[in-house]
């Protein structure tokens, strides 16, 4: 199959049946020649040529198939000029297993060409089981070169080798061997044909399964499931209930604080939101969670189907923004240094991107070592604007609080410099959260206007 092109010779399942069977043969029926008295130097291993037959005639066989090559066309020769050893397999037909087939309610995937483009899709399959029939001849010079042969394909195809072909954009198996309804004839036959050369023959058998698909069923593979709630009551029976009193709330310095409508709120932090609702029977089991841009009614999903304890926490992820926060370098000495980091977020101004001593906010107290109650620590910010050029910030600009070995979550951080400014683009998103009913959607509630950065 070929993207915007079409053949004649496409999504024909015998064709690529044979053709994988001449793959196997062509690629696995060998054998070893010693040339002379050097068993090094004069060994081969020889690949058995087999071919296809394009006729019934075998003066035709005998005459077209005069040359082997790298898939190169017949080339006329003056002569006779056979090349030995060489197989030919010829279809004999084929058969529908009727013990071996199964149930049509089961999918089956496969690709399908659309506007150039190769897509995945599903729908039902009835898969029609097919015995295929060949009858397989071997042309060989001596008697020993046949044995060899003859060995190599009782090792090849007793009792089965397995292959595949694409049909119809989908992989199909392929079992050949020699069958089972034929016992006696299991051994290979020879015959001396007229100048010496001497022919095998034997039958190979082709299980595999013809796929079709129910058009009527048929879907793109990328469609799934997103949720499966249910009510515990009748829908007419009890409402779907109310959700309100929705809130979110971050840990800081230890502490489950709320921010304020418009508050902005770091990246890659844990966030708690809680709610309340309606217990009517206790019938909101589950809820989803979205976000979306405000004044927007594009959701974007956090969670689905929640057990509805009346809280979730959101680890709002660090790439959910582009704003490339600036690396926080402490300044240790011999009498302070860190020996636990605290989880210390910075945002700047928005608007001027100005860093202040309140654009700090300390979600961990972090330990660090110092012979003192009350100390402070320089620690210097280095910064990228948008070209990965870096900056820092100048010694002894910024300060960190410490107190009894931990850093003063109230007050984390002083700025002595006022003209320090983030170099790149502040990327912040300006969101509402909602908190809905799984089975319905349009019972929810909000939090409104939060800025993430």
């Not at 397999?89 to 999918?107: E, K």
């Not at 190769?118 to 008697?143: H, K, M």
């Not at 840990?251 to 844990?270: D, F, M, Q, R, V």
Request: glycine content about 6%.
């Amino acid at each position: 199959m070929a993207l915007f092109q079409r053949y004649n010779n496409e999504n024909v399942l015998t064709r690529a049946i044979i053709a994988g069977l001449l793959d196997v043969l062509n690629n696995h029926i060998k054998y070893n020649q010693i040339w002379g008295n050097d068993p090094i130097e004069e060994f081969e291993t020889i690949s058995v040529p087999w071919f296809y037959n394009q006729s019934g005639d075998e003066r035709f066989m005998q005459d077209f198939y005069t040359h082997y090559a790298e898939c190169l066309a017949p080339r006329p020769v003056d002569g006779n000029f056979d090349m030995i050893p060489r197989g030919i397999i010829t279809y004999t037909g084929s058969d529908i297993n009727a013990q071996r087939i199964t149930s049509r309610y089961v999918q089956g995937r496969y690709v399908k060409e659309v506007d150039g483009k190769l897509e995945g899709f599903v729908s039902y399959l009835y898969s029609i089981p097919l015995n295929i029939r060949f009858d397989c001849e071997l042309w060989a010079d001596t008697q020993l070169t046949a044995l060899k042969i003859e060995q190599e394909i009782r090792e090849v195809l007793y009792k089965t080798v397995t292959y595949y072909v694409y049909y119809k954009g989908m992989r199909v198996g392929c079992t050949a061997g020699f069958p089972e309804n034929i016992a006696l004839e299991k051994k290979i036959q020879y015959a001396f044909e007229s100048e010496n050369k001497i022919k095998l023959t034997f039958q190979i058998e082709v299980e595999s399964y013809q796929p079709v698909f129910d058009p009527t069923t048929e879907m793109h593979a990328g469609n799934n499931v997103k949720k499966f709630t249910y009510r515990l009551y009748g829908k007419d029976e009890k409402s779907d209930g109310d959700i309100h009193n929705v809130e979110a709330k971050q840990l800081i310095g230890g502490k489950a604080i709320s921010p304020t409508s418009g508050s902005t709120i770091p990246k890659g932090n844990p966030m708690w939101i809680e709610w309340s609702f309606t217990r009517e029977g206790g019938i909101m089991r589950n809820v989803d969670l979205y976000w979306l841009y405000t004044g927007s009614n594009e959701v974007h999903q956090i969670a689905m189907v929640e057990p509805n304890h009346e809280y979730f926490i959101w680890n709002i992820p660090s790439d959910f923004t582009a704003f490339k926060e600036p690396n926080i370098i402490w300044e240790e000495s011999s009498n302070l240094s860190v020996s636990r980091y605290p989880i210390l977020k910075i945002i700047p101004d928005l608007n001027t991107g100005q860093i202040t001593s309140s654009s700090f906010k300390a979600f961990s107290e972090g330990y660090f070592l110092t012979p003192y109650d009350d100390a402070s620590i320089s620690i210097i910010l280095e910064m990228k604007d948008d070209n990965g050029v870096v900056t820092y910030t100048p010694d002894g600009a910024i300060y960190a609080n410490i107190k009894y070995n931990k850093l003063d979550t109230a007050n984390p951080v002083t700025v002595v410099d006022p003209s320090i400014v983030f170099p790149g683009t502040i990327d912040h998103k300006n969101i509402d959260i909602h908190v809905a009913n799984s089975v319905n959607n349009n019972v929810f509630g909000i939090i409104a206007n939060l800025t993430i950065i």
